[in-house]
């Protein structure tokens, strides 16, 4: 029987235990296992490869003058495309079906359903959803979801695993988030404060390191004066906001005297747009006149290297992998390894690697909830069907409370139990648990009877090899009560298809099956 | 000036601001639910609306100097602002954004009144800091990590058997943070029934009994609340939900996201389920670029649902009172991005039963640099829980532990006729 320890293990450094995962981590331990993981290569991973080139995708839509009607399933285009090749579909002088627009983002979303389910480099997709709510970009705003299929190849799963200061740069410079937080339109003069202030709040030292509501002069944050200032006030936001104007995008704007960019979409700076005179940024003094770049460069790594940074983005990373509320003692020893990895290539993964082998991580089990999209993996997952994502399970999931790549602030999804077990999301989780297992929404068929050779079945059986498929061998008591709902007699013969993926179903829909 | 509860209450009484504000131990020591008491309705407008652009000064030199026509309303042009009637500056002409001209109107009929240079005293400039305390009922950001309970959940009578609450979310707004029983869904449109029916319901009733972590209770008290409510939507004898039909003059159409969050609201108070608060959220508010067309948009669909919502009410004889509240105001200094960055004082409403609209209520502080906040905002003159007190006394809902940290600093604004029985 497969032992809860490496199920719990499994249920949040991947999206639930599969047969591969299952039996990899009992031969290899979790150490061994991990150690792999945190090793991706992905010319390793034939069976997402093979699945995703064979996915096709519905894309509807009807003719109008420019354009003539589409209704087909069409293969996944943009995953590798670069970011010029993608702009093309945000050229205001082409006319082009919101349809066709709105693919970009489509695609990832559904290739990120087939690397939850079926990758084989588990924990990295892990990392990678971290990340992308970490760094989060709205690509429902068709700019940003252009641009999705790069950030999330050259940015987000690149940097997964790797360092943070050099993430950071790149998120800095990437096109969805130039866009999303406006910082390709912010100029000298008046600039645009969005992404600076996110940077510190969100993506950087955290808000408790935000002390506006105490301090309103720089010189009196603590620390300041030495140049260590425990964080950051507003006077840094307006600052950094200076500093970073000028980095911008090929999107097309004016440079006056009728110039103007091309529209590749691609990062550029533009000295004349660049605020040069001198800046004050927790509390260290910036030179006017600076090379191009450098100002903004020096406002990442003052935020990528500052203590608060250390600590807000270890204890995320214990938020996620552990409990709403992580001890104390492992966010301080995972900050310790994040500072001491500063400038070392694989950073992030020595910290997940030390909380994932951590005594802490051992001991705290069913603290966090499964979002909807772990449930759909793991479920997907553990009763092993033939999967393919589908447009009206993606419409489930979003209409759960995770729409993937589209929470509306920069904050991405909460990662708080509380949210995820709302009424609304309460009841979609049977929802999804209920349209997996009859294939509402075509994404293959579950037959529960299949891995069960026997023709004459009884309900007690066929339970029990589902519980242990689900829980291992930390099952709950509810044998009797599933008979009893089922209508079912003690010693019935289970045959009929409909009937074993509605028990099967009623399983996963239990409390214990929601927990990780 | 500093006033204790019961200051307040005795200057609330001589000022003639309440006017049935006879029985004094009600807000003192908390009150029990009573018949024929409105809906109270939250609207939050996420993000940070910049009340400038909705409610402007449009003759005002400081006001004109900092922004792009674009930007501020106007007093001319094909775009000019719809002018109104207010005590509040009388040297300033305000005027309403245009495209809120649906506002404009329940002001002139005296439905709904403006509270500006409102907001947190508390000097924060970021959305979740402040939401998180404007929804806790705080304005000291130390009290946040011991404060669990949101301002509204404190306020709110639970009676077991009724939906007392809903938040039209995923799960509930932090302000009902804190009581049970608050149905959290987006809609209620397609029903709230459970996959497989009974064994469902039967099978997770009786394993969620076993276990006592917050899946297990989330999962008995989402399977009680959507019964109720799925139980209550009509439907005709084939079982198929029946579509809603707004009351009276009342359409929804423009009005976007809100429209679901709205006609929810309606529903359930016609269902009789013991709706007392519903909470709804309006994105979209956070304008650092692009605003002029944005906050076109989000005026319209905010004006087109409130007049909606109001007449629909209304006109199927539900009482109601709507506030709307938005975290923060934004700066007076337009970006070049042709948009505005966090700001302070902000601009909320109060709208139905009982609101003595018509009247723009609060102190306007002016908006020469030496009197804007650290010298680039519009100052916060009211503190936000002034509002929040007379609109839950208006309501008729206890407020004894609502903002225990917090005492009043000024008279009552006044904002409501009478109290609601």
């Known amino acids: 029987m497969k032992h809860s320890a490496d199920l719990y293990a499994l249920s949040r450094l991947a999206f639930g235990p599969d047969e591969v995962s299952a039996d990899e981590i009992a031969r290899l331990s979790l150490r061994g296992w991990l150690n792999l993981q945190l090793h991706p290569d992905d010319a390793k991973d034939a069976v997402f490869a093979e699945r995703v080139e064979n996915l096709k995708f519905r894309i509807k839509y009807n003719e109008s003058k420019d354009w003539s009607a589409v209704d087909e399933m069409r293969s996944l285009r943009w995953l590798e495309a670069p970011i010029e090749k993608l702009s093309e579909l945000a050229d205001p002088d082409k006319p082009i079906a919101n349809q066709e627009k709105s693919r970009p983002r489509i695609e990832v979303i559904a290739a990120t359903l087939v690397r939850a389910v079926y990758s084989r480099w588990q924990t990295r997709e892990v990392l990678c959803d971290f990340w992308h709510n970490h760094f989060s970009v709205n690509a429902w705003d068709n700019h940003v979801g252009i641009a999705l299929p790069v950030y999330d190849r050259e940015i987000i799963r690149r940097h997964a695993l790797g360092n943070f200061r050099e993430m950071l740069e790149a998120v800095s410079k990437s096109t969805a988030m130039l866009w999303y937080l406006n910082n390709r339109s912010s100029r000298t003069g008046a600039p645009n404060e969005n992404y600076a202030r996110e940077l510190f709040e969100l993506h950087t030292l955290g808000r408790d390191a935000y002390l506006n509501g105490i301090y309103n002069r720089w010189r009196d944050v603590p620390g300041a004066l030495n140049g260590k200032p425990v964080g950051y006030i507003d006077q840094d936001v307006y600052e950094a906001a200076r500093a970073f104007t000028g980095w911008g995008l090929e999107d097309g704007s004016g440079l006056g005297g009728g110039l103007k960019l091309p529209r590749t979409g691609r990062f550029i700076y533009v000295e004349s747009w660049h605020d040069n005179y001198q800046k004050r940024i927790l509390a260290t003094e910036f030179d006017p006149y600076q090379p191009a770049l450098a100002d903004g460069l020096k406002v990442l790594d003052l935020a990528a290297f500052h203590p608060a940074t250390a600590r807000f983005l270890s204890k995320k990373l214990c938020v996620r992998l552990l409990s709403d509320n992580p001890p104390e003692s492992l966010i301080t020893s995972s900050a310790k390894v994040w500072t001491n990895n500063k400038t070392k290539p694989d950073q992030i993964a020595r910290v997940v690697s030390h909380i994932a082998l951590s005594k802490e991580f051992a001991q705290i089990r069913k603290a966090k909830v499964k979002r909807p999209l772990e449930l759909v993996a793991s479920y997907v997952r553990a009763s092993g069907f033939n999967f393919s994502p589908t447009e009206g399970l993606i419409s489930e999931i979003d209409a759960s409370g995770q729409r993937l790549f589209g929470w509306p602030t920069p904050t991405g999804h909460p990662d708080a139990v509380d949210y995820w077990i709302g009424m609304n999301t309460m009841r979609r989780r049977w929802s999804l648990i209920a349209g997996l297992s009859e294939n509402w929404w075509g994404t293959g068929v579950f037959d529960a009877l299949a891995p069960l050779s026997s023709k004459e079945i009884t309900a007690e059986r066929f339970i029990s090899y589902w519980l242990e498929q689900l829980f291992g061998d930390q099952q709950p008591q509810c044998s009797p009560a599933l008979l009893h709902a089922a209508g079912l007699l003690p010693g019935s013969v289970i045959n009929n298809p409909k009937q074993a993926c509605r028990l099967v179903g009623l399983l996963a829909m239990t409390p214990e099956f929601q927990q990780c | ?421």
């Open chain 2, 1 to 421: 000036m500093q006033l204790n509860r019961r200051e307040f209450l005795k200057a609330a009484s001589a000022a003639g601001c309440l006017a049935s504000f006879a029985n004094i131990s009600y807000i003192a020591d908390g009150a029990e639910m009573r018949p024929g008491k409105p809906v109270l309705v939250v609207v939050f407008l996420r993000g940070g609306a910049d009340g400038l652009h909705i409610v402007g000064p449009s003759n005002n030199s400081d006001y004109i100097a900092a922004r792009p026509p674009e930007l501020r309303v106007t007093d001319s042009g094909a775009r000019a602002g719809i002018a109104f009637e207010q005590r509040l500056d009388p040297a300033s002409e305000f005027r309403f954004h245009p495209d809120a001209a649906p506002l404009a109107d329940l002001y002139r009929a005296e439905r709904l009144a403006i509270l500006n240079a409102i907001g947190l005293k508390a000097g924060t400039r970021s959305h979740f800091v402040a939401q998180d305390m404007i929804e806790r009922g705080l304005s000291d950001e130390k009290q946040l990590a011991s404060t669990e309970s949101g301002w509204l959940a404190r306020s709110v009578t639970t009676i077991g058997g009724h939906i007392s609450a809903f938040s039209a979310n995923t799960s509930p707004v932090y302000a009902l943070h804190g009581i049970k029983n608050v149905l959290s869904v987006p809609d209620i449109s397609a029903g709230l029934g459970v996959p497989w029916g009974t064994a469902t319901s039967e099978f997770l009733r009786s394993i969620s009994l076993s276990g006592s972590s917050s899946v297990h209770r989330a999962t008995l008290e989402a399977l009680d609340i959507l019964n109720v409510v799925d139980r209550g939507i009509l439907r005709d004898d084939s079982g198929k939900i029946i579509q809603y039909r707004p009351s009276g003059q009342a359409s929804y159409d423009g009005s976007g996201d809100l429209m679901r969050s709205l006609t929810s609201v309606v529903r359930l108070a016609k269902m009789d389920v013991g709706l007392s608060v519903a909470c709804i959220d309006h994105g979209g508010w956070d304008t650092h670029e692009g605003q002029s067309g944005r906050m076109s948009s989000q005026l319209k669909q905010l004006s087109i649902g409130l007049t909606a919502f109001h007449e629909d009410m209304a006109a199927s004889n539900h009482k109601v009172v709507i506030l709307v509240m938005t975290e923060f105001g934004r700066r007076l200094r337009a970006n070049k991005s042709g948009g505005t960055d966090h700001g302070h004082g902000g601009c909320w409403f109060v709208l139905g039963d009982g609101v003595r609209g018509g009247n723009m209520y609060g102190k306007w502080p002016g908006l020469s640099t030496q009197v804007l906040d650290q010298g680039v905002d519009l100052a916060v003159t009211t503190d936000y829980r002034a509002v929040l007190t007379e609109t839950l006394f208006a309501s008729n809902m206890p407020m004894k532990d609502s903002f225990p940290a917090w005492r009043p600093e000024t008279p009552p604004l006044g904002i409501f006729a009478n109290r609601h029985q």
